[in-house]
Each structure stands twice: as structure tokens, then as C-alpha cells.
């Protein structure tokens, strides 16, 4: 069975770095896409950045220039550096990752998240 566990959440001041990693258990290969969510209480889940099996990868808005993913080992596949942080950078953090588990069938899995605070 796939399980996704988040580490790597903190307290940081403004302009500060926090670095998230997303460990994986089960056979999470083939991935599809993997990547990193948000949520702030009340709120949608929202997108932070993801990349594909092609090395594509997509962020949004709100921290291009500040978050870089990268890849990593088997068992470490995905890290999040989050630098220049911003109060509104407060939130759970949730690793995403899709599987192809046949040619045409995906398979999406879901972190228990971890939580990233931005306070002076």
C-alpha cells in the first residue's frame, strides 16, 4: 500500500527558508506527477508546484522565484525549498503524487500533510 509522509514543517520568520521532503512507502512507481498542495483553515486546497514523469514542472504563482522542487533517491522522491517565506506562506502542505498502475490507470495518493508557519 502507497503511503506519502510529509517532514520538514516549521515555524520560520518572515524571509526565512523551511526545506519539506516527501517520503514514500509501497511501490510508488511509476509516477505520473508528484508535487506539493496547500491548505489554509476555511480554504481550497490549492496547487504549489509539481512536476511530471518528463521533468515538466508547473508552480504557482504566488512563489515562482521563492519554492524550487527537486527529485531525489527511491525513497525520498520529492523536496520542497521554500525560501523568502511570507506570512501568507502559513499552511498545510500536502504531497501529491499519481501513479500509473497500467498503461491507462491512474492512481492518486495523498500526504497526511505538514504544517509551515511564517511568524515574527
Known amino acids: 500500500q502507497v503511503q506519502l509522509v510529509e517532514s520538514g514543517g516549521g515555524l520560520v520568520q518572515p524571509g526565512g527558508s523551511l526545506r519539506l521532503s516527501c517520503a514514500g512507502s509501497?511501490?510508488?512507481?511509476?509516477?505520473?506527477?508528484i508535487g506539493w498542495y496547500r491548505q489554509a483553515p476555511g480554504k481550497q486546497r490549492e496547487l504549489v508546484a509539481t512536476?511530471?514523469?518528463?521533468?515538466?514542472?508547473n508552480y504557482a504563482d504566488s512563489v515562482k522565484g521563492r519554492f524550487t522542487l527537486s527529485r531525489d533517491n527511491a525513497k525520498n522522491p520529492l523536496h520542497l525549498q521554500k525560501d523568502s517565506l511570507k506570512h501568507e506562506d502559513t499552511d498545510n502542505y500536502y504531497c501529491?503524487?499519481?501513479?500509473?498502475?497500467?498503461?491507462?490507470?491512474?492512481?492518486?495518493?495523498w500526504g497526511q500533510g505538514t504544517h509551515g508557519n511564517v511568524s515574527s
Open positions: 512536476i511530471t514523469s518528463g521533468h515538466s514542472t
Open positions: 509501497g511501490n510508488i512507481y511509476p509516477i505520473n506527477r
Open positions: 501529491y503524487l499519481i501513479k500509473m498502475s497500467s498503461k491507462t490507470t491512474k492512481e492518486e495518493y
